[in-house]
């Protein structure tokens, strides 16, 4: 079977998926609309399965080094009083270490140093058709001339196009979950508390920051909304007039953090949604990562899932030598029944995350406090983290071999 692959999307998905297809003689490209490098985002905890794949891809020692210590989460009141929260040193005990915060730019870019510019990589462009025959895709892009592959794998996240192209439009499997996040990044926020990440409620609301190394802080929103906000998400103005709208007359710093919004280059907005698909492929095209099963913004571990379903598409790849009648079923067969739980796991989440009414914040706090609570707060931490799923082996082609650095 042929071997050329073409990977929409350049997050966390798509380039892990070229690395180990490179392990295994696959000559895989990857196509980005943006015009370089996503290297911004907000702060997020990384654990389970996307923890095994790094570790598989020797990639550990490097994101140890830009990870963050966030040694607890304190939630405070309006007058920036604590009134809940907990350690994370728990956290970390109980998975053995296996789990720390970063950055999601620091895990784009620590898993494109591992590829060192050996794959082919089109910044600024983005696919405009496929047309798929017995033999291959002929793709049709929206600046470059088109090519022929023999593979195309849909790696572009929430709204992706290759998913649109194939499986029809994105409101047809997107479940949203009546809440909306949204994160930017700010120089010179005058209130820093390093290491603890910082947590403001309200019912409905959540704002909460963290104080970076270089003197920037990340804050992260969540706005509970009845119904998904018509604005496009390319219009940055209408996205900042609805956090301003939200955050009108809300308590503790979020006058400031608004002033600081204003100051910021960037917002990231969007409807905290799950993609929900019976099926992750179609002829000889497939999808993984948020394009296939986005558990939601909110879900934790979606950076993590994506590097999984990365890893186990290019080794069923690797064992059907490229037959993707095989392989596709394989992929979607070892990991559906765990990414549908993982899903209804975060549709909860989400609900807990910003409670909408008081009782439903003093129910969250109250259990949050409970982490500090010796074997109850281990317990709790093993409902909540625990990955059920051992990933293949899938033999020494599939092994991650440490490449030459230049």
Known sequence: MGKTVLISGAGIAGPTLAYWLCQSGFTPSLIERAPALRTGGYIMDFWGVGFDVAERMQLLPRLRQVAHDVRALRIVDRRGRPVAGFGTARVGHVLRRRYFS????????????ALDGRIETLFGDGIRALHEDEAGIDVEFDHAAGRRFDLVIGADGLHSAVRRLVFGPEARHETYLGYCAASFTADGYPHRDPDIYIAYCEPGKQVARFSLRDGRTVFFLVFALDEKPAVDRHDSAGQREIVDRLLAGAGWECREILRMLDRSG????????????????RGRIA?????????????GEGSSLAMASAYVLAGELQRASGDFRVAYPAYQGLLKRFIDRKQRQAAAFARKFAPRTGFGLAARNALSRLLDVPLV??????????????????GSPHRAQPWERR
């Open 287 to 299: 999808l993984i990562g948020d394009a296939a099963f986005c558990p939601s913004l909110l879900a």
């Open 266 to 281: 960037q917002l990231y907005f969007d409807a905290v949604s799950q993609i929900r698909l019976d099926a992750w492929h």
């Open 102 to 113: 970063i950055l999601r730019g620091e895990l784009v870019s620590q898993i494109h140093a």
């Open 377 to 394: 707060g281990d317990l709790m931490v093993r409902q909540m983290f625990a990955d059920r799923l051992e990933l293949p082996e899938y």
